[in-house]
């Protein structure tokens, strides 16, 4: 890459420096950083050849897992390296089984560059949805080592179709194809001169199926508030989220809730608890143990386990299984950043409420589309829509079945580029 790319992203790893001596979520990237050479020695020693899938972070890997996950079953003997460049993916998932070696991805400097993959030695590499490190690619470029974009979404406002935005459309002719979400995208694309795109949808309809289909046993979740009028579930949760729902929540006594922090410690649980009246709340933590310790010593459950009206995650990996317990989802983000992951909760044909920010989310526009799902301004619109499906069952149902459908009818993706990509396997 040129000099003003490899300067910025210099300047951004000398900033992460700086950041780490007060960050301890930038101080482990740059430590995992650091061990990448070594485990890669390690893991990848007598395994050449490995595919390599690179994700910026957990929900990217998400969109990535079918496709490890098949090649891993129909192709044991196929190694896989995985990388991560946020500590919120790499944390959760540096034991995923899968995966032959999980690894930080060192900054994309020209060095590093060439050290990872000398050390690694990739046959093939993927990147998921929104990951364009030039370095990277253009060595991969320049080694020969196909390279493919899956799952990836192209908007006008990027800027790889700004008039200044040359140094990013040349990253974009490093891939051998793009395999992205819709049409739209393929067009955008065309007209900066990019052919080698293939319109295959998204991966994490596929995915989501799978987590519906398995089964996966929180103890006593079944009957939880089985009288309950109506179950809500927030997933993903931020504060600026709550602020919206749980005066309605402490205002309707009559539905019990399932609420999934998006990062959470002791303080802000207990902060969360408070901020609920009426009807006992307890973690999922302390829920499953009251079941496990009746089960173990064949004793009935305490009684008050019936009054139990919330109950607040506290633990990761459960909030994927907890959807299908509840009648409607509301999906956290939408008052910051950016909404979570919608399709999570679709799956199970519940309708999913979010918040305002979703314009870079086609899911959102779609679902609104198809009455599947629901954007609230403020507290207003929240408290109008839950009680429009407050009171109409067939509402509710209604709106559910649109969300499902939705999913239904996008699956396919995994199987469309698995098939080109691995056809020579």
């Not at 320049?142 to 990013?168: E, K, V």
């Not at 991966?203 to 103890?219: C, L």
């Not at 509840?326 to 918040?355: K, M, Q, R």
């Not at 499902?404 to 020579?424: C, M, P, Q, V, W």
Request: glycine share 8%; proline share 5%.
């Amino acid at each position: 890459m040129n000099l003003l790319y490899n300067t910025a992203i210099s300047l951004y790893g000398a900033a992460a420096q700086v950041v780490s001596l007060r960050s301890r979520k930038v101080r482990k990237m740059l430590r995992g950083q650091h061990r990448t050479p070594e485990l890669l020695r390690r893991k990848l020693a007598d395994k050449p050849g490995a595919v390599w899938f690179h994700a910026s972070s957990l929900g990217e890997f998400e969109q990535g897992r079918p496709m490890i996950e098949r090649l891993k079953r129909e192709h044991p003997e196929v190694p896989v390296l995985l990388s991560f460049f946020s500590p919120s993916g790499y944390e959760v998932r540096k034991n995923y089984h899968f995966a032959d070696a999980v690894v930080y991805l060192p900054f994309d400097t020209p060095q590093r560059v060439r050290r990872f993959l000398d050390i690694a030695k990739p046959s093939m590499a993927i990147f998921i949805k929104y990951e364009f490190w030039g370095n990277y690619l253009e060595e991969l470029h320049r080694r020969g080592i196909p390279t493919y974009l899956i799952s990836s979404i192209f908007r006008p406002g990027q800027r790889f179709f700004r008039n200044i935005g040359g140094m990013f459309r040349k990253m974009l002719h490093c891939f051998d194809r793009l395999y992205v979400q819709d049409e739209r995208s393929r067009r955008l694309l065309r007209v900066i001169g990019v052919e080698n795109v293939t319109v295959a949808g998204d991966t994490r309809f596929d995915r989501v199926t799978d987590v519906m289909r398995s089964t996966v046993d929180i103890p006593g979740f079944p009957g939880f508030a089985s009288e309950a009028k109506m179950k809500f579930i927030a997933g993903s949760s931020w504060e600026a989220d709550e602020d919206v729902y749980v005066p309605w929540l402490n205002a309707h006594p009559e539905v019990a809730f399932i609420i999934a922090p998006h990062e959470f410690n002791e303080t802000r649980l207990e902060a969360l608890r408070n901020r609920f009246t009426g009807g006992k709340v307890v973690l999922l933590s302390e829920w499953i143990e009251i079941i496990k310790k009746s089960r173990k010593e064949n004793k009935p459950l305490p009684g008050w386990l019936s009054e139990v009206r919330g109950v607040i995650v506290d633990s990761f990996g459960k909030l994927s299984t907890l959807y299908r317990f509840a009648d409607i989802a509301y999906i956290g983000g939408g008052f910051g950043a950016g909404i979570h992951n919608l399709n999570e909760a679709a799956v199970y044909g519940i309708p999913v409420v979010f918040g305002p920010n979703h314009a870079k989310f086609k899911e959102a526009a779609d679902l609104i589309a198809c009455g599947g799902g629901f954007s609230v301004a403020d507290k207003a619109e929240f408290n109008s829509t839950m009680e429009m499906f407050g009171s109409s069952a067939e509402a509710l149902h209604k709106a559910g079945a649109e969300a499902g459908k939705y999913i239904r009818d996008n699956l396919g993706a995994t199987d469309r580029i698995y098939s080109e990509i691995f056809a020579h396997l």
